[in-house]
């Protein structure tokens, strides 16, 4: 029974305490908050120990039974402790992983920055297929979401600069009256793009910014209280 009611009152204790740290800025409730913050980061510490624990046993185990994918496994298991050498060495050798000599920083450089680059212009094409689908044509909503999305994308390239020159040209050219040189200046995607970042888009951000913290206080009332108990282990 106490393992079940002892991490319902020590959560609810601990909420307790934060609460009263926060309205209480006095001695001795007035530190609290700082203290807390120390004890967060000792435990976020531990649990990457135990995260890195749970990883690299999870591997070994795959690689020792040969089972499906193993070999890349292997290669994981590699990186990990290569890289955590490298790291280890590098600040006993110079004092510092991150010298510009250091064995450490090579492998960020001519590495880790690489398989970064790779990686992220693989997602392109999936965040191309993901627009494709997400923009098509449907309904009035769709059509107004692609809209926004080509003037945003217009207005932050300088490719949308360009072809608004040449639209400018065009307007000029038929009705020759307009002064070119304003008409270029206007920078109708850039201003178009501000205004959709300034107006829609920063009032549905923060629509959904009020969303989650109204959810995140559900949430923590629903753990303080006891009444969600999903962190416990069954």
């Known amino acids: ?51 890195l624990d749970s990883l690299a046993r999870h591997h070994l185990i795959k690689i ?17 402790f290569g890289t955590l050498f490298l790291g280890l060495y590098s600040w006993v050798r110079y004092a510092s992983p991150f010298a510009l000599n250091a064995p450490f920083m090579w492998l960020y450089k001519f590495m880790i920055i690489p398989l970064q680059a790779t ?12 627009a494709y689908r ?18 945003v994308m217009l207005g932050n390239v300088p490719i949308g600069s360009s072809i608004w020159g040449g639209i400018s040209w065009l307007i000029h050219q038929i009705f020759p009256n307009t002064n070119l040189e304003i008409l270029k200046r206007w920078e109708l ?30 949430m923590s ?3 303080i209280l006891g009444i969600e108990r999903t962190y416990l282990s069954s």
């Open 1 to 51: 029974m106490l393992h079940r009611t002892g991490p319902l009152i020590l959560v609810f204790g601990t909420a307790l305490l934060l609460i009263i740290a926060f309205f209480i800025p006095h001695k001795p409730f007035g530190d609290l908050e700082a203290r807390f913050l120390n004890w967060y980061a000792i435990i976020s510490g531990f649990t990457f120990l135990l995260g």
């Open 221 to 223: 009332l629903r753990i």
């Open 189 to 218: 995607f850039a201003a178009a793009k501000d205004w959709l970042m300034a107006i829609p888009q920063a009032a549905a951000g923060r629509g959904i910014g009020i969303g989650l913290a109204l959810g995140g206080i559900a």
């Open 64 to 80: 020792a039974r040969r089972e499906k994918g193993w070999f890349y496994s292997l290669l994981l298991v590699t990186s990990l």
């Open 134 to 151: 997400a923009f098509r044509v449907r309904n009035l909503a769709a059509t107004l979401l692609l809209i926004a999305a080509c003037l």
């Open 119 to 130: 990686m992220f212009a693989t997602l392109a094409f999936f965040i191309f297929s993901a």
